[in-house]
């Protein structure tokens, strides 16, 4: 057994950080894992880096990408009920991003010889988890300050750093500790030093965790309450509408269900994404069975507004630019785009719309679609879009007569606390998120959508109401506490009162600041680095060297 452990130490090094990643995280794992889980990979680095005249960094990079390979595939394993090629590529290449700053790092101490040690692979990382957040091929799901979603308790300082604060604090405590297990072993005996990096590590875990408990069991909500309806119908995403009598009978349930729990208090029934059956034309919303409907049904509940996602359409006029994302509409010469909304419905006001913006990609969204135009068919047969749902600029609220302000965030948005942040800067006092997670089936997925929307609630001090299709459809309080929920696969309704908040907490009003530093730390490192290869490249050319 030990000859099976010595010669294959550096895979079952490799394994054991993907492993003890998987089993930190939420909604099953304990995150305290997490704050040794990248030990066995430094331990790793630092022996390929002993081994630097004889192995290459790119054998590190590979046992490094195994490392995240495991991780990424224990974790988000179940995108394959909704597309096994989009699984498939959603792993493979986060496991390679997330091996970039390990690279970066190993790389680093070639070049400057060790001196700095694995210090910076925390700006490195948290720089990475920055920029993975801007472009098209975003998929932050596995941000590693997320990892203490099912523990509102231990971060309720989020609310000043965001998620990238959680991530500092594991990458600090990591490599606290493996100073520390590295003098031990140098020395056989718990040195000085081993000492000093024991107790910084234990600081710096006591520390937050005070100052989180302490927030924990004195913050308390400013009374100002709104009654909200959740509405959970439970109905199969898979299973299409075949028929305009089976969209009225999705229609009618919902209503049903709101009433069963709507009081003469109820402000806002909230119903999940794409709960609305058939598709709303925007320039004929008034004439759409469904708005009909929702209006009869505000009318015999004076003040009461519905919130719910709905796909829409806007055709664009002749003359009219049409957006990148546009389609041809038939053979008319107009264009057409489709997005992915919320709306809300009120007496005797327009309709209002937000548009999803942050979208799936591979499946709301091929990245870069202009550029890749000539990838469209394979997309279409691995079962994502060729281009793109259609998107808006800017985070905008829905705002009622009586002034209530709601973000309508629409399901995959919900993971992005920046992102989320601007709503609250556009005057948003409760946080609606409308999703549908039926398509990953009953596997973690849903578990982990749901845990997120609780970092969400502390970053922004915004009580929400999460209605899920298929579940969990949830009540979550500014503390990021659940108050009620409706399991998974129940069709039911619920009520509750919110507290809104128009306060911004010092995140919101300043984004992932720990994020843009370490973005700039970075690319002066990179310049630094790459000045040090050119001049040492330079120098074993010289005559004599």
Not at 117 to 125: K, Q, R
Not at 219 to 231: D, G, L, Q, R, Y
Request: charged fraction near 15%; include cysteine; charge should be positive.
């Amino acid at each position: 057994m030990w000859k099976f452990f010595a010669a294959n130490r550096y895979l079952l090094l490799a394994l054991a950080t993907g492993l003890l990643l998987a089993l930190s995280w939420p909604a099953r794992g304990f995150p305290f894992i997490s704050f040794f889980a990248f030990i066995p990979l430094l331990f790793l680095e630092e022996e390929f880096f002993r081994q630097r005249k004889t192995r290459h960094a790119l054998s590190f990079t590979m046992y490094a990408w195994i490392s995240f390979f495991v991780f990424n595939l224990l974790t988000t394993w179940w995108i394959l009920f909704a597309t096994i090629p989009g699984m498939i590529v959603a792993v493979l290449l986060n496991s390679i991003f997330m091996t970039i700053p390990w690279w970066l790092m190993h790389t680093g101490r070639r070049l400057l010889g060790g001196k700095q040690g694995p210090a910076p692979l925390v700006v490195f990382w948290l720089a990475f988890e920055h920029l993975h957040q801007q472009w098209e091929l975003s998929w932050s799901w596995l941000d590693t300050g997320n990892v203490f979603a099912a523990y509102p308790a231990w971060v309720q300082w989020y609310e000043f750093t965001g998620t990238a604060g959680g991530t500092l604090w594991v990458l600090g405590i990591n490599l606290m500790l493996f100073a520390a297990l590295k003098q031990y072993n140098a020395h056989g005996m718990f040195t000085k030093k081993c000492r000093w990096y024991t107790g910084l590590a234990v600081v710096m875990f006591l520390l937050p965790s005070v100052l989180s408990w302490q927030m924990w069991f004195t913050h308390e909500e400013t009374s100002a309450p709104v009654e909200v309806v959740i509405i959970q119908p439970s109905e199969d995403p898979y299973d299409r509408v075949s028929s305009e009598a089976e969209a009225t009978r999705r229609v009618e349930k919902m209503i049903s269900l709101a009433n069963s729990k709507i009081t003469p208090d109820t402000r806002f029934v909230v119903a999940p994404e794409a709960a609305n059956p058939r598709g709303i034309w925007k320039h004929q919303d008034e004439s759409h069975p469904t708005i009909i409907r929702l209006r009869e049904h505000i009318s015999e509940n004076p003040g009461l507004s519905w919130v719910m996602g709905s796909f829409s359409y806007r055709l664009y006029q002749p003359g009219d630019p049409p957006s990148p994302s546009a389609r041809p509409y038939g053979n008319t010469g107009q264009y057409y785009d489709s997005f992915n909304s919320a709306i809300m419905v009120e007496q005797g006001r327009p309709v209002q719309y937000y548009h999803k913006s942050k979208l799936v990609p591979g499946i709301e969204r091929m990245p870069y679609f202009t550029l890749l135009a000539p990838l469209s068919g394979l997309v279409d047969r691995f079962g994502g879009i060729a281009g793109s749902l259609g998107t808006q600029d800017d985070r905008s609220v829905f705002s009622t007569d009586d002034d209530i302000s709601v973000a309508p965030a629409v399901c995959y948005e919900s993971i992005y606390g920046e992102y989320m942040g601007r709503y609250m800067q556009k005057g948003a006092t409760l946080l609606f998120i409308v999703t549908n997670d039926g398509w990953w089936r009953d596997t973690p997925g849903y578990r982990q959508h749901n845990q997120y929307a609780r970092l969400r609630a502390i970053e922004s001090r915004r009580s929400i109401a999460r209605s899920a299709s298929t579940g969990i459809s949830s009540f979550i309080n500014q503390k990021g506490v659940i108050t009620d929920q409706i399991p998974w696969g129940e069709s039911d309704a619920m009520v509750s009162t919110l507290n809104e908040n128009s306060q911004l907490t010092f995140f919101t009003r300043t984004g992932n600041y720990f994020g843009k530093f370490a973005t700039f730390l970075s690319a002066l490192l990179l310049l630094y680095l790459i000045s040090q290869y050119v001049i040492q490249r330079s120098q074993r050319k010289l005559p004599g060297s």
